[in-house]
């Protein structure tokens, strides 16, 4: 049943009910009422009964036509009485149950006479007054429903346009706006679904952005590892193959032999430290063996070594052991947050904090870069980092200012994501 239907529905039956109450207490009133009209009917028809028996030519005339609830017939001889009638379910419920039957009297002319209380008058007037009654609430209900109508048409209106919307929206025509409405509570709704389907919006956008983005970044590692295999790798494992060939060629001499093992030692070194980085970038194999803090030493100090930035850090000792996710998750978010820090903020320093506070966990990093002078959007290495931020539970906050290089504060509790990676294992 839709809305308006249910209102017309509950305002029927609260007519109805009024109604019937109404009715219930007129009934009440007119059987009171008609009580006492019969009882005094009954008394008149005692007293004519009375007249009858001493002088029958008395109630001649205009005595017996214009009585009220009194009923005179005057029969003929062989003419059958009638009986009292209470066919009607409205007479059952007014009459009194110990009305009393009609009074015949024989006159001496041979006729008789029938008196009996008539209340057929008092009846009329009680059915005038149900059918007033009846009326009123009946034209009082359809005014109600027409009005309720009325003032619904602008909220039904609403609705339908939000519900048309809400369709296209739901086929992804996100360009769906609702327009102006004279209601306050209308433009309120119009505009929380506008800005809703503007979120939408620039959300799919964003999400088609990080996709081209990861897309180019899957490119672009793979271009680089193929490259690492080739240029770096491949050239390794070429001029061990070339001295391999030159010990077979010089095997009588054990001078070229001695100087050429030290050339392939070297060179199967350059390639064991070759596989070594090119396996730390593909996956942090330390954080298997090793615990959270021992894992962020030792990036902290390849990535100094590597960069020639002086860096800072500090880790709590109270750190407790924490799952593989979430040391992956906390390592890889450091690494890109140093990434940066080595590509953009042009910085001579850099910070590393990361300490337990309550039953939270914030990891801060600081540098003293060149910041950002004006908002920009989000590179796949930020949104990648908010992202782990997510599944950790917590919230990544980005500040910087120019001049005053950028920080990253990440803050998560701790069981919180230690009891969600146990869950999502």
Known sequence: ????????????????????????????????DVGRELSAAQAMVTYLSEVAERDSAALQGELTDNLRHVRVRWLQPGQVPEPLNR??????????????????????????????????????EVWDSLLRLLTLFCIALLLSLLAIRWALRPALAVLDELLAALERVSQGRLDTRLGSHTLAEARQL???FNRMVTSLQSARRENDELT?????????ERTQLAQALHDDLGQYLAGIRAQACLLQAVKDQPTLVAATAVRLDDNCEQLQNGFRRLTRELYPVMLEHLELPEAIRLLAEQWQEAHGIELRLHVDKRLPVLPLVVKEHLYRLLQEALTNVARHAHASRVHIRLRLRGERLRLLVRDNGCGAGESRPLGIGLRSMRERAHCLGGHLFLASRSGGGWAVLLDFPLMEAMAHEDIAG
């Open 87 to 124: 066919g009607s379910w409205l007479d059952r419920q007014i009459y009194p149950s110990e009305l009393a039957e009609p009074v015949t009297l024989p006159l001496a002319d041979g006729r008789r006479l029938q008196l009996s209380v008539d209340p057929a008058d008092e009846i009329d």
């Open 190 to 192: 119009a505009g929380h």
């Open 212 to 220: 081209h983005a990861l897309l180019a970044l899957q490119e672009r």
């Open 1 to 32: 049943m839709s809305a308006l239907g249910r209102i017309y529905w509950l305002v029927s039956l609260f007519f109805g009910l009024i109604a019937t109450v109404c009715m219930l207490v007129l009934l009440r009133q007119a059987s009171h």
